[in-house]
Nanobody, 120 residues
Framework: EVQLVESGGGLVQAGGSLRLTCEAS????????IGWFRQAPGKEREGVSC????????YYNDSVKGRFLLSSDNAKNTVYLQMNSLKPEDTAVYYC?????????????WGQGTQVTVSS
């Protein structure tokens, strides 16, 4: 059974940092690309970052390039999202997902989400 469990969200002031963690089980990163999405109130869910071990690529949404960094520990089946220079517009529920290379409606596995709130 595939499971994705996020942690690390919270409340931070603008300009601050947070690190999100996604612990995956039931599959290998060699099989599925794994990454992060977010959904702000009243907005559609959007991709933030997606890592493919198979293709050795990492995608970043333009709005987070240079501020967010996705990393993985394959031995622990865990991915991290280091978020720096946070802005109020980064406020959202952040979801870990696999296979993040699919269209959003076709992504088979989602975590429960973790709230990130950035105050101005």
């Amino acid at each position: 059974e595939v499971q994705l469990v996020e942690s690390g969200g919270g409340l931070v002031q603008a300009g601050g940092s947070l690190r999100l963690t996604c612990e995956a089980s039931g599959f290998s990163f060699d099989h599925y690309a794994i990454g992060w999405f977010r959904q702000a109130p009243g907005k559609e869910r959007e991709g933030v970052s997606c890592f493919s071990s198979m293709y050795e690529t990492t995608y970043y949404n333009d709005s987070v390039k240079g501020r967010f960094l996705l990393s993985s520990d394959n031995a622990k089946n865990t991915v991290y999202l280091q978020m720096n220079s946070l802005k109020p517009e980064d406020t959202a529920v952040y979801y870990c997902a696999a296979d993040c290379r699919q269209r959003i409606n076709d992504i088979p596995y989602w975590g429960q989400g973790t709230q990130v709130t950035v105050s101005s």
